[in-house]
Each structure stands twice: as structure tokens, then as C-alpha cells.
């Protein structure tokens, strides 16, 4: 019974740990992650590149993305916003091709999204500011995954219980920021 539970325990484990934390976006090494490997960035939208009601990015982030293609990194969004007007937005702005509803934490439509653009998922980087829809989907496809600070700190009531867990696991797991 007790290695059920420490099984288990691993298991959720490897699924929520971030391979790295940052402050935001802005922050991510990415050149020493091309030399790693990596070759795409998946990038969540809401609480990583824009707050929620708001309708365009800051220059910064902007900026950021533009410095990611520069390095040679190929870049699309992936959403859980049912709102395809607002993704096609920021698609737009940023010139990158995305997916939203995407159903995070669950793989299928990330995985059918890089089979049709042709990237590899192994050496992909998912950014964004939930463990348990970005980072667990990316340690579920086996790419790296990068947790950032939401944008809005001002979080709904479940998003703050949310949140509450999240920094939980993340001490409990011992991960600490980079
Ligand atoms: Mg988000």
C-alpha cells in the first residue's frame, strides 16, 4: 500500500515540477536553450503574455517574442481562451500561427497542432503561469517546461485556491526559482 502511494506520489510529482521557474517571460536563457536542442516555444496568452481583459501586449513582450524568432526558435500560442477572436489577435500582433480552447493539461489537440505544423515536441519549450494546465501538459509531452509569474496577481477566488496549491506543491517539491 505505501508504494502504491509513493508511486503515485512521484508520478504527480514529475507532472507538476516545472523544469525551471522565472519572473516572467522576459527572463527565459533561450539561447542557451537553442544550444541545448530546443527548437520551438509554446506559449500560453492569458496571465503570460497579457492580462485577461486586456486587448494588446506590452512592447516588452512583444519585443521578447521578436527576440525568441531571432534566435532561431520557431513560436506558437497554445490557449484554453474559448475566444478565438481574442488568440487570433495576439496571433496577429505577434505574426505566429496558434491554437486556442486548447484543453490544457490534456495533450491531444497540442499534440495534432505540432503534428500539423511539423515541430517535435521533445524539443519544444512551454512557457506559461499554471502548473496545472501549462506544466503539466509539457512534462505530459515530454518537452521542457518553464512556469512564470501570472501577470495579474489579482486573481479570481478558485484562481487564488488554485494558485494557493500550486505554491504549495512547488515548495513541497523543493523547486526553486532559477
Ligand atoms: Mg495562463
Same mark, same amino acid.
Given at each position: 500500500?505505501?508504494?502504491?502511494?509513493?508511486?503515485?506520489?512521484?508520478?504527480?510529482?514529475?507532472?507538476?515540477?516545472?523544469?525551471?521557474?522565472?519572473?516572467?517571460?522576459?527572463?527565459?536563457?533561450?539561447?542557451?536553450?537553442?544550444?541545448?536542442?530546443?527548437?520551438?516555444?509554446?506559449?500560453?496568452?492569458?496571465?503570460?503574455?497579457?492580462?485577461?481583459?486586456?486587448?494588446?501586449?506590452?512592447?516588452?513582450?512583444?519585443?521578447?517574442?521578436?527576440?525568441?524568432?531571432?534566435?532561431?526558435?520557431?513560436?506558437?500560442?497554445?490557449?484554453?481562451?474559448?475566444?478565438?477572436?481574442?488568440?487570433?489577435?495576439?496571433?496577429?500582433?505577434?505574426?505566429?500561427?496558434?491554437?486556442?480552447?486548447?484543453?490544457?493539461?490534456?495533450?491531444?489537440?497540442?499534440?495534432?497542432?505540432? $503534428?500539423?505544423?511539423? &515541430?517535435?515536441? /521533445?524539443?519544444?519549450?512551454? =512557457?506559461?503561469?499554471? *502548473?496545472?494546465?501549462?506544466?503539466?501538459?509539457?512534462?505530459?509531452?515530454?518537452?521542457?517546461?518553464?512556469?512564470?509569474?501570472?501577470?495579474? $496577481?489579482?486573481?479570481? &477566488?478558485?484562481? /487564488?485556491?488554485?494558485?494557493? =496549491?500550486?505554491?504549495? *506543491?512547488?515548495?513541497?517539491?523543493?523547486?526553486?526559482?532559477?
Amino acid at each position: 500500500m505505501l508504494s502504491v502511494i509513493r508511486d503515485y506520489f512521484s508520478i504527480v510529482k514529475e507532472l507538476v515540477t516545472p523544469d525551471a521557474i522565472y519572473e516572467g517571460i522576459e527572463n527565459v536563457p533561450f539561447d542557451s536553450l537553442y544550444q541545448k536542442g530546443y527548437r520551438t516555444i509554446l506559449l500560453d496568452v492569458d496571465n503570460t503574455l497579457l492580462v485577461y481583459n486586456e486587448l494588446f501586449m506590452t512592447l516588452q513582450k512583444v519585443n521578447c517574442i521578436q527576440r525568441f524568432k531571432a534566435a532561431g526558435f520557431r513560436v506558437y500560442l497554445i490557449s484554453n481562451n474559448s475566444s478565438h477572436r481574442r488568440i487570433q489577435r495576439v496571433s496577429r500582433q505577434l505574426e505566429v500561427f496558434g491554437i486556442h480552447f486548447s484543453l490544457k493539461p490534456f495533450v491531444w489537440s497540442t499534440r495534432n497542432f505540432a $503534428k500539423r505544423m511539423g &515541430f517535435d515536441l /521533445t524539443r519544444s519549450i512551454i =512557457i506559461g503561469d499554471q *502548473l496545472f494546465t501549462d506544466v503539466i501538459m509539457g512534462n505530459w509531452l515530454r518537452s521542457y517546461t518553464i512556469l512564470v509569474d501570472p501577470l495579474d $496577481k489579482k486573481l479570481s &477566488f478558485v484562481k /487564488t485556491v488554485q494558485r494557493e =496549491i500550486e505554491l504549495f *506543491l512547488l515548495r513541497k517539491f523543493q523547486v526553486s526559482r532559477s
